[in-house]
């Protein structure tokens, strides 16, 4: 069974411009969330998507918003970038049934901006 | 509000010496426990986990912890360490059951030394 995926893996950008990240989940995981990884403040939770439906939030900015796809596959986005959204941004999926499950995490993508 | 804190940044350990990660955690209600390794560049994978049932967990990799409610700990150990285990764990805390949202600890970076 294929793992959580995360395109690009890699990306710079500038002051001010805005990113899409994807996140695509292993096969019959209704259930992605994702994380905001930085030196300075660790693994923060951004928000989690269920079926389609946003099922939780972090507390970012209204810059950072996401959504989900009929096929589970999510993005995120970040508009008018600042030098501190420069992170590792790792997406997690899971089956998103009542009992808490494993989250399986991508590899990231990481994000400099310039 | 939920928190996890990890004690010690950094901890250094001899090859076949005893590995000891401490993990405290806050929560009003029972919590989930998770404790995630991550090598360089990688996401993060699952080591064990606590949901419900017998308070000593094993995991992967001969990882094993124990819950302890009175404590409010769940740290981490394993009996003898191997230059493979060298990465950064993070513990983490889960508390409902309807939303992926994990919190994670600071990290402790684990050194083994030949």
């Known amino acids: 069974k294929a793992g959580v995926t995360q395109t690009p893996r890699y990306l710079i950008k500038t002051r001010g411009q805005q990113v899409t990240l994807s996140c695509s989940p292993i096969?019959?995981?209704?259930?992605v969330s994702w994380y905001q990884q930085t030196p300075g403040q660790g693994l923060q939770f951004l928000f989690e998507?269920?079926?389609?439906?946003?099922?939780n939030k972090g507390n970012f900015p209204g810059r950072f918003s996401g959504r989900q796809f009929s096929n589970s596959r999510s993005e995120m986005n970040v508009s008018t970038l600042e030098l501190g959204d420069s992170a590792l941004y790792l997406c997690a999926s899971e089956k998103g049934q009542a009992i808490p499950d494993e989250q399986f995490f991508g590899p990231g993508t990481r994000l400099t901006v310039l | 509000a939920q928190s996890v804190t990890q004690l010690g940044s950094h901890v250094s350990v001899s090859e076949g010496a005893l590995v000891l990660l401490r993990c405290n955690y806050s929560s009003s209600v029972p919590p989930y426990l998770f404790w995630y390794v991550q090598y360089p560049n990688q996401g993060l994978q699952l080591l064990l986990k606590?949901?419900?049932?017998?308070?000593l967990v094993k995991g992967i990799n001969g990882f094993e912890a124990e819950f302890k409610k009175s404590e409010t700990s769940f740290h981490l150990t394993k009996p003898s360490a191997h230059m493979s285990d060298a990465a950064e764990y993070f513990c983490a805390v889960r508390v409902w059951s309807n939303t992926g949202k994990l919190i994670f600890g600071q990290g402790t970076t684990l050194q083994v030394k030949p």
């Open positions: 096969s019959g995981h209704r259930s």
């Open positions: 606590y949901t419900t049932g017998a308070t």
């Open positions: 998507y269920f079926s389609e439906t946003q099922r």
